[in-house]
């Protein structure tokens, strides 16, 4: 995974249990839910700090994904309980950038890292080239470095 080259960090973390239906006849967590679990990082992330998925979309902005990097190391199965630390990396461009350490909750060994980029895009669907001004000032609240 690519380093970030940026000035300031917000971290969440939350616990979730692996639930049955994320889990194949072996017991083993299926490889594409651990996308889930950077999802619940981020709406975890999003409810602490007040930038959630429902208070951009009152603002008229969406927040698509358009990159994302899942870097597995070992499995999770039916019935541990999972730690996503989600990281906000500050950045002057128009996108949201987070990077994730997936943990299992009770042995705390590294499961998987992932980060995701995402962009923001107004209620005509047209991408934003400029940070939209309630983002500018939700930095200005929550990081230092824009004080």
């Not at 902005?61 to 358009?66: E, L």
């Not at 309980?81 to 299992?104: P, Q, R």
Request: hydrophobic share 35%; charged share 25%.
């Amino acid at each position: 995974m690519q380093k970030l080259e940026t000035k300031t960090t917000l971290t969440d973390a939350v616990i979730v249990p692996v639930r049955f239906s994320e889990a194949d006849s072996l017991s083993i967590v299926w490889h594409g839910h651990y996308i889930k679990y950077f999802e619940d990082g981020r709406e975890s992330f999003g409810n602490k700090y007040g930038i959630g998925y429902l208070n951009v979309y009152h603002q008229g902005i969406v927040t698509p994904i358009v990159k994302i990097e899942c870097d597995y190391k070992r499995m999770l199965k039916y019935g541990d309980k999972v730690l996503i630390e989600t990281t906000y990396w500050d950045t002057d461009a128009a996108k949201l950038i987070f990077t994730y350490d997936i943990k299992n909750a009770e042995t705390q060994e590294l499961v998987a890292t992932g980060k995701s980029v995402q962009v923001f895009l107004n209620t005509e669907r047209e991408l934003l080239l400029n940070v939209p001004e309630f983002i500018s000032n939700w930095k200005k609240k929550y990081l230092p470095t824009h004080a």
